[in-house]
């Protein structure tokens, strides 16, 4: 039984010593970034009564604080010219004090000043983070590894919602959940004793411009997978940052029921980061991100037409299986389609669309949702996801393409 679990749920192939010790720190690291990266979302209920804001205008609060994350390419910009470990220290570091200093923000403008460091941190860290484990396991356990520390970030998420009845210890209850960001400083000084820089990473004088994966040799595959985040993102980002803002404040539920659906919703879904994974590595990341995303839209969508508590737990549970499964298979795809010399940069670029598709759907949000409701705008905005399994068959399959090189594969 245990047997058939682990060839179901586990990596093609077995994993080396040091390949085990890079998936251990990145699991640790991924457990402090999901905490931290996610408070903002988590807290929205409560800090959009502290600073007395509507719907819309936290919408477009969040639209601004992405603006950082566009800023990170210059962190991928570095990790191809340096190398990607004191780029992802760094930006580790910036989301870690960015997050805990939110804690102090006393107006809005300073919490988005501050949110909008946080996400140029979250960015950069997620990127490199994933360079740096699809440079050094084998090409048949890549997606998996990469799984794997998505769980950490998702499992450091889900403690962040354990901890919201802090949140409601009085009106100033939701600043501890960000000041307790900072506890993940300790694991700063043990990443930079312990990681080492990518394998596959070589120094060298000569450069390609920053705009290189825009209009060079791969600017066609660019675009293709430029447009597919950007269609992506602009209904996750939507779908996500209002579910527990709906189930607390549209749907009347308190907040420990509406973290229970949450916890317990994205738990059993997060068996779609293994199932996901090993199908990918197994089968292709084709076939894989576009079952996974037509699951998603139906647990996304269905999530905000239900008002049963049942109903919203097992909407949660499907959306959060096809999440789990597309994001990181679609990570490890935009990883293995560039070549060395500009894969930090090209995948940070992707990023930044990515930033710009949500900024786009939290915009569209901020006028849609007054004016029609918050349920028909997620519906309006799942057409993205639609668009984004179209856009997906004409990307090149790209499972055994080694590191090094660029596969040819359709």
Not at 135 to 158: C, H, K, P
Not at 193 to 207: K, P
Not at 211 to 239: D, E, H, K, N, T
Request: charged content about 10%.
């Amino acid at each position: 039984m245990i047997g058939r679990l682990i060839r179901l749920f586990g990596p093609v192939s077995g994993y080396r010593r040091q390949d085990r010790r890079l998936l251990g720190l990145m699991y640790l690291v991924g457990l402090f970034q999901g905490y931290a990266q996610t408070q903002a979302v988590n807290t929205l209920p409560f800090v959009r009564i502290a600073f007395g804001l509507s719907g819309a205008e936290m919408s477009r609060l969040f639209a601004i604080a992405r603006i950082g994350a566009l800023v990170a390419v210059v962190y991928a910009v570095l990790g191809d010219r340096w190398g990607r470990r004191g780029p992802f220290l760094l930006s580790y570091l910036m989301l870690l004090l960015a997050t805990g200093a939110t804690a102090l923000a006393v107006a809005p403008s300073l919490y988005t000043a501050l949110q909008i460091l946080a996400r140029m941190g979250s960015a950069a860290m997620a990127m490199l983070a994933t360079v740096l484990l699809a440079e050094q396991v084998r090409w048949d356990n890549r997606a998996w590894a990469i799984s794997f520390y998505a769980t950490a970030v998702a499992l450091g998420s889900g403690a962040g919602l354990l901890a919201l009845p802090l949140a409601q210890m009085n009106e100033d209850g939701w600043r501890l959940l960000f000041g307790a960001s900072v506890l993940g400083l300790p694991c700063y000084f043990l990443l930079s004793m312990r990681l080492g820089e990518s394998q596959i990473f070589r120094y060298t004088e000569r450069h390609t411009l920053f705009i290189y994966p825009l209009i060079g040799r791969y600017a066609g595959r660019f675009w293709l997978a430029a447009l597919y985040s950007l269609s992506i993102s602009a209904f996750s980002a939507v779908a996500v940052t209002f579910a527990f803002e709906r189930l607390v404040n549209e749907l009347g539920l308190a907040s420990a029921e509406a973290a229970r659906i949450m916890l317990i919703g994205g738990t059993a879904g997060g068996a779609g980061y293994f199932l996901g994974a090993r199908m990918a590595d197994a089968l292709g990341r084709k076939p894989t991100i576009i079952a996974a995303l037509l699951t998603g839209l139906a647990g996304g969508v269905g999530f905000y037409w239900s008002t049963s508590p049942n109903l919203l737990l097992a909407f949660t549970a499907l959306s959060a299986f096809g999440s789990s499964a597309a994001l990181p298979v679609s990570a490890a795809q935009r990883t293995e389609l560039f070549p060395t010399e500009i894969r930090a940069t090209a995948n940070q670029w992707l990023h930044s669309v990515a930033v710009l598709g949500s900024i786009l759907g939290l915009s569209i949000a901020a006028y849609t949702i007054d004016l029609w409701n918050l349920s028909l705008t997620v519906t309006a905005l799942g057409s993205g996801v639609v668009l984004a399994v179209i856009l997906q068959t004409l990307i090149p399959e790209t499972l055994g393409n080694e590191m090094g090189q660029v596969t040819t594969r359709t």
